[in-house]
């Protein structure tokens, strides 16, 4: 089977652009984790985009996989289009932000191909975060509440998180004290996808789990180690992957009333919640690949590429295996 494996940041969706070191890190993390546990697999032949000011890594030098150096937007609308038709299966990881990963997860599903992610009309939804946590929240699920800027309760407590309702991860992301950081944050009236929120006490932790058809199996929970700058601003230094085991089975539950509320999802995504002294509270759904894939094999003990494909290939979620915390860490950072 040959997959189109396009990792947007490393893939060469910046091409033309300037490329963050951060986000180049990320997504070399991500590409190559994934492109390691697909290779494994003896049926899998790799069509892969890079962007051309990235080393191809000498994991990357082999016979089944093909590298596309990528310069600039014309190329890599031209490497999309014609590796998509060359390809039985597409693989896209790449942000929310601004439509990119529900326009490519659109265009597989236009060209007939079998795509290894949510359909673009999960994208659509889970990349709104207001309209996502309105929509657990009717399913009776326990959501951080989001307002637009314009429309913040006086009552609302500080501190308070400001975000773009299409943000992913910590892009864009700060915490605000007091109604003297608010103004000072804002010289300007913000962009008008701005949410606010207000600031949860407690761990940052996400599920990295498989969804299919109003069900879900959790592979882990993890821990988000998240930094808060002198601006307010959240930097996510790394993740600790399969930080605890859900031996009350809380959070396999949290995973399956979410799935029952978003039945559009399928295969691999990340639920980013914060475990406050009530119980848990979701944040945001990642309908996609997260940077704490690159810790999942070596957590389970399997290869969750392969448990992907089998749950695409069967339409059924596979037997696997959930963490056990064996507390597997992840960083792109030096």
Known sequence: MKILLLEYISGGGLAGQPLPDSLAREGLTMA?????????LPQVELSLPWDARLPVPAVLDQPRVHVKPVSDAASFAACWSESLLECAAVWPVAPETGGVLENLCLAVEQAD??????????VALAAGKRATAQRLIAQGIAAVPCFAWQEVPDSLPWPRVVKPDDGVGCDGAFR??????WAAHCHAPPPANTLVQPYLAGPALSLSALFYRGDAKLLTVNRQRIETGPDGAFVLQGCEVD???????????????????????????????????EGPRVLEINPRLT????GLRRALGQNPAAL?????????????????????WVSWHD
């Open 32 to 40: 190559l984790a994934l492109a390691q546990d697909l290779l494994d």
């Open 243 to 277: 930080c605890l085991a859900d031996e009350s089975g809380v959070y396999a539950g949290l995973a399956r009333r979410i799935a029952q509320a978003i039945p559009e999802l399928a295969g691999y995504a990340g639920v980013d919640f914060i475990q406050s002294a």
């Open 291 to 294: 940077s704490s894939y690159a």
């Open 113 to 122: 191909r079998c795509l290894l992610n949510s359909p673009a009309r999960a």
């Open 308 to 328: 992907v494909l089998e749950l695409f290939e069967r339409g059924a979620l596979p037997d696997c295996a959930t963490g056990v915390g064996r507390k597997v």
């Open 176 to 181: 605000l004290d007091d109604a003297a950081a």
